[in-house]
């Protein structure tokens, strides 16, 4: 028998029983007649003491040879300590060993396994079996087991079916790029990974399957962030003879209780609602953080065709008012300055207002405006003496979405994105379509097969841009959790919809042909949402990476540098694919 205990689990009641324990070496200490060591596995830590005088000659030489990281087995008596540890739920005791083996030896390990590892990042992940003996990320990926069971529950009690999808499939337009699997058995053909299993949920309503739930992996081809990886995963969700409002309700209430189950914290529902068009002037952001207001205020009529050449050239104007800063030196708004002109943000430069205690303002403008404009501006703020205001001023859309990140920066650096504190909202009234300059056609903002509200029919044959979509996406501080929408549910629509997008009938039927025949037998109307999982857990987590809450996650360049992939493959693989490389030459 390899234990009769786990490491985390013996207590004062169980002293003077013999038990037998296994795991791996946290730490040894020899203190000259006293040896002790700290033995750990997934549920805790256990001391084991050894007095030399009264230990085996044959289990001491054991011990001798035992380092960090070794595989031992201990069978001894548990005894109570003499100074405890309240650190540790098993501070209170130890055990005395008899008898030691030795199960695996390790090499010391190429970072420390401590809660504050001197391990790089690349170098963890390398090691990640490592890294995963280590608390934080155990205690990650717990909290994601746990979070993932509770909505298996949840969802349950709702009467949602857990269905699995394919993996290798034809590519589903959720805008990203695909990848693609070649077949052997149909060489010159490939399978795509799902991005995300979109078009069979929509088929398992069509097969009555009524509620369908699924944790399950997509994969998209993008460009990398803290909070995207290649492979990731979804709660994905479809229901029937639903309305919007139905599907909101469901899934706020998961949510809600995700957060009393898991965290214990309260949320009130229903969840704040907000148009899309609201969410972009107010906070520049289809996924606006509300924990705090600081909303974005556009003063473009009241700041033009007053001398001040930039402000004059441009589309808009708006700015932000933040509490209590008029405090700010001169040092610190230059560093804003240079905060908002980084190339990722890209604003030319930042005009500031300070309110001053006495009533009077400063501000990087007093050549061109009076303290009578000023305060026309403060005003439309309704600034107070104290007050700090921020403008930027360029096109509208873009000017905007700068000041969301100027927006959220004041919010970090004056403490007002306070951790622990939770609020969600649903975004809604999304446009149904983009307009994109470079190609010259509308894409879907959401997907394709995202239905139009009804009032909105009469813009399809005169200004598509302005069709808004009955599409959700679910927020939590500045974190976009999870969307979906109400599906086009008849034929024609949908064969309208991929019209817009450009696709020709021969291209629609070749992509979508079995959705559409679909579509001819029985369409219950229908919608959902998918959930991205790994936010959620990053979000419950208190981190921003989601990297944290994947067992093993892949590296800033899509490389899982443990398993070293990708990788090329054999010549004997590609002949069988009958595939040849045509690489380009390297730069
Ligand atoms: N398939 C969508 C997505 O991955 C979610 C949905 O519409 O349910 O974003």
């Given at each position: 028998?390899?234990?009769?205990?786990?490491?985390?689990?013996?207590?004062?009641?169980?002293?003077?029983?013999?038990?037998?324990?296994?795991?791996?070496?946290?730490?040894?200490?020899?203190?000259?007649?006293?040896?002790?060591?700290?033995?750990?596995?997934?549920?805790?830590?256990?001391?084991?003491?050894?007095?030399?005088?009264?230990?085996?000659?044959?289990?001491?030489?054991?011990?001798?040879?035992?380092?960090?990281?070794?595989?031992?087995?201990?069978?001894?008596?548990?005894?109570?300590?003499?100074?405890?540890?309240?650190?540790?739920?098993?501070?209170?005791?130890?055990?005395?060993?008899?008898?030691?083996?030795?199960?695996?030896?390790?090499?010391?390990?190429?970072?420390?396994?401590?809660?504050?590892?001197?391990?790089?990042?690349?170098?963890?992940?390398?090691?990640?079996?490592?890294?995963?003996?280590?608390?934080?990320?155990?205690?990650?990926?717990?909290?994601?087991?746990?979070?993932?069971?509770?909505?298996?529950?949840?969802?349950?009690?709702?009467?949602f079916v857990e269905v699995e999808t394919?993996?290798?499939?034809?590519?589903t337009?959720?805008?990203?790029?695909?990848?693609?699997?070649?077949?052997?058995?149909?060489?010159?053909?490939?399978?795509?990974?799902p991005?995300s299993p979109q078009t069979f949920k929509q088929l398992l309503m069509l097969g009555?399957m009524d509620k369908y739930f699924q944790?399950v992996?997509?994969?998209?081809?993008?460009?990398?962030?803290?909070?995207?990886?290649?492979?990731?995963?979804q709660i994905d969700c479809e229901m029937a003879?639903?309305?919007?409002?139905?599907?909101?309700?469901?899934?706020?209430?998961?949510?809600?209780?995700?957060?009393?189950?898991?965290?214990?914290?309260?949320?009130?529902?229903?969840?704040?609602?907000?148009?899309?068009?609201?969410?972009?002037?107010?906070?520049?952001?289809?996924?606006?953080?509300?924990?705090?207001?600081?909303?974005?205020?556009?003063?473009?009529?009241?700041?033009?065709?007053?001398?001040?050449?930039?402000?004059?050239?441009?589309?808009?104007?708006?700015?932000?008012?933040?509490?209590?800063?008029?405090?700010?030196?001169?040092?610190?708004?230059?560093?804003?300055?240079?905060?908002?002109?980084?190339?990722?943000?890209?604003?030319?430069?930042?005009?500031?207002?300070?309110?001053?205690?006495?009533?009077?303002?400063?501000?990087?403008?007093?050549?061109?405006?009076?303290?009578?404009?000023?305060?026309?501006?403060?005003?439309?703020?309704?600034?107070?003496?104290?007050?700090?205001?921020?403008?930027?001023?360029?096109?509208?859309?873009?000017?905007?979405?700068?000041?969301?990140?100027?927006?959220?920066?004041?919010?970090?650096?004056?403490?007002?994105?306070?951790?622990?504190?939770?609020?969600?909202?649903?975004?809604?009234?999304?446009?149904?379509?983009?307009?994109?300059?470079?190609?010259?056609?509308?894409?879907?903002?959401?997907h394709?097969f995202?239905?139009?509200?009804?009032?909105?029919?009469?813009?399809?044959?005169?200004?598509?841009?302005?069709?808004?979509?009955?599409?959700?996406?679910?927020?939590?501080?500045?974190?976009?959790?999870?969307?979906g929408?109400?599906r086009?549910?008849?034929?024609?629509?949908?064969?309208?919809?991929?019209?817009?997008?450009?696709?020709?009938?021969?291209?629609?039927?070749?992509?979508?042909?079995?959705l559409?025949?679909?579509?001819?037998?029985?369409?219950?109307?229908h919608g959902g949402i998918a959930?991205?999982?790994?936010?959620?857990?990053?979000?419950?987590?208190?981190?921003?990476?989601?990297?944290?809450?994947?067992?093993?996650?892949?590296?800033?360049?899509?490389?899982?540098?443990?398993?070293?992939?990708?990788?090329?493959?054999?010549?004997?693989?590609?002949?069988?694919?009958?595939?040849?490389?045509?690489?380009?030459?390297?730069?």
């Open positions: 028998m390899h234990r009769t205990h786990n490491c985390g689990e013996l207590r004062p009641e169980h002293v003077n029983q013999k038990v037998t324990l296994s795991g791996w070496v946290q730490r040894k200490r020899d203190k000259g007649g006293m040896i002790w060591i700290d033995l750990r596995d997934r549920y805790g830590i256990t001391q084991l003491a050894f007095d030399e005088s009264k230990t085996d000659a044959e289990v001491l030489k054991r011990i001798e040879k035992i380092g960090r990281e070794y595989v031992i087995k201990a069978t001894g008596t548990v005894i109570e300590r003499y100074s405890k540890n309240n650190n540790i739920p098993t501070g209170e005791i130890e055990v005395f060993p008899d008898e030691i083996i030795i199960l695996s030896q390790s090499e010391t390990p190429p970072f420390t396994i401590e809660d504050e590892s001197d391990g790089s990042d690349e170098l963890r992940m390398k090691y990640r079996y490592l890294d995963i003996r280590r608390n934080p990320v155990r205690e990650a990926l717990m909290l994601r087991h746990k979070i993932a069971q509770e909505t298996r529950k949840y969802l349950d009690t709702f009467d394919p993996n290798l499939i034809k590519s337009p959720e805008g990203a790029r695909d990848f693609v699997v070649p077949s052997r058995m149909h060489p010159g053909s490939f399978y795509a990974l991005q009555g944790i992996k997509c994969y998209r081809d993008e460009d990398l962030r803290a909070d995207r990886q290649p492979e990731f995963t003879f639903v309305e919007q409002d139905d599907i909101m309700k469901t899934f706020e209430g998961l949510m809600k209780h995700l957060f009393n189950q898991v965290k214990n914290i309260k949320i009130e529902t229903p969840f704040k609602r907000m148009t899309w068009h609201d969410a972009m002037d107010k906070y520049g952001s289809d996924k606006p953080d509300i924990r705090f207001d600081m909303e974005i205020h556009e003063l473009t009529s009241l700041v033009q065709n007053q001398g001040f050449k930039v402000f004059d050239m441009v589309e808009y104007v708006g700015g932000i008012c933040a509490k209590k800063a008029a405090s700010y030196t001169r040092k610190q708004l230059d560093e804003l300055t240079k905060f908002v002109q980084k190339p990722q943000i890209g604003a030319k430069g930042l005009v500031y207002v300070k309110c001053n205690e006495d009533g009077s303002f400063k501000s990087s403008v007093d050549k061109f405006f009076d303290a009578e404009a000023l305060k026309k501006w403060a005003d439309a703020f309704n600034a107070e003496p104290g007050d700090l205001l921020l403008l930027l001023a360029g096109d509208k859309r873009k000017t905007q979405e700068q000041l969301c990140e100027l927006r959220l920066e004041m919010g970090n650096q004056l403490d007002l994105r306070k951790p622990g504190t939770f609020a969600p909202l649903w975004i809604v009234d999304f446009p149904l379509l983009e307009w994109d300059e470079e190609t010259q056609r509308f894409y879907a903002m959401h394709p995202t239905s139009a509200k009804t009032e909105d029919n009469g813009f399809f044959d005169t200004d598509p841009g302005k069709i808004r979509a009955n599409a959700y996406d679910m927020v939590i501080n500045g974190v976009e959790l999870g969307g929408s109400i086009i549910h008849n034929r024609e629509d949908q064969a309208r919809m991929f019209k817009l997008l450009g696709f020709t009938t021969e291209e629609a039927e070749s992509q979508f042909g079995f559409m025949n679909a579509f001819r037998y029985g369409v219950p109307p959930f991205g999982f790994d936010r959620v857990c990053a979000l419950f987590g208190g981190s921003d990476s989601i990297r944290d809450y994947i067992a093993f996650p892949k590296n800033n360049a899509g490389r899982d540098v443990m398993i070293d992939a990708p990788a090329p493959i054999a010549n004997t693989q590609l002949s069988e694919l009958e595939l040849k490389l045509n690489l380009k030459p390297k730069h």
